[in-house]
């Protein structure tokens, strides 16, 4: 379990240095990725991680994962997470406080999901949803 919370460090920390392409050989040939503000479609593969990221990160130059905290949840890892993005325009700064769910499978990523609500991604596994107000009130853990 620890080796997944060590894995999806290195993967946020591949992601700030090298974007969606440093991160691409950390999930499985089948991955599925889910969003529900995506829109419809399947994501399966690779190439859909990079087509799910490009549309989550449209309208920003550069997005950035600031800080996060990772909490094991069986075969799952949450992170909540607080990303940055600078816009098109230089005065145009977006932060969010969003979660990913991830499932692994062979030390990869085979199912990865997004969440606007870091409460409803840690119900969503079992946990309880106020770690989302400790995580807001602790040190990040993250870079």
Do not use: C
């Amino acid at each position: 379990m620890n080796e997944n919370l060590d894995t999806y460090r290195r993967i946020l920390e591949a992601f700030n240095r090298e974007g969606v392409d440093g991160v691409t050989p950390y999930f499985t040939d089948d991955v599925e990725i889910y969003d529900p503000d995506l829109p419809p479609g399947r994501y399966r593969g690779p190439e859909a991680v990079k087509r799910a990221a490009e549309q989550l990160m449209s309208g920003f130059e550069n997005v950035e994962i600031q800080n996060f905290r990772l909490l094991p949840a069986g075969d799952r890892v949450v992170a909540l997470l607080h990303t940055r993005g600078k816009g098109e325009r230089d005065d145009l700064v977006v932060e969010t406080r969003d979660a990913h769910t991830v499932t692994f499978r062979d030390g990869k990523i085979a199912y990865w999901r997004v969440y606007l609500d870091q409460a409803e991604a840690l119900a969503d596994v079992g946990l309880d949803p106020e770690l989302a107000d400790v995580a807001d009130a602790q040190s990040p853990t993250g870079p």
